[in-house]
């Protein structure tokens, strides 16, 4: 059966964001104050799987060998269908 899986990878609490940074700057240069901001990437990934659960495994396989540095980056993943 496929799955589409949704996979947010996020850099850990205390790393730097240089990017979020400078779209914060640039959004109160335009008059839109923030607290905070961060950056996320979005994976839609769609894999052929058993079920659910193997869906989810390979997700987190892909990455923990490849999407995602464990020691800088968290991961989320999200089996939509």
Do not use: W
Request: neutral net charge; glycine residues 6%; contains cysteine.
């Amino acid at each position: 059966m496929k799955y589409t899986v949704r996979i947010t990878i996020s850099l850990k609490g205390g790393m730097l964001d240089p990017e979020a940074r400078a779209i914060r700057h640039a959004l109160e240069n335009l008059g839109f104050a923030t607290e905070a901001l961060s950056t996320a990437r979005v994976f839609l990934i769609t894999i052929e799987a058993a079920g659910k659960g193997e869906a989810e495994q390979r997700a987190a396989e892909m990455c923990e060998r490849l999407l995602a540095n464990p020691v800088i980056h968290r991961y989320e993943i999200e089996v939509l269908k």
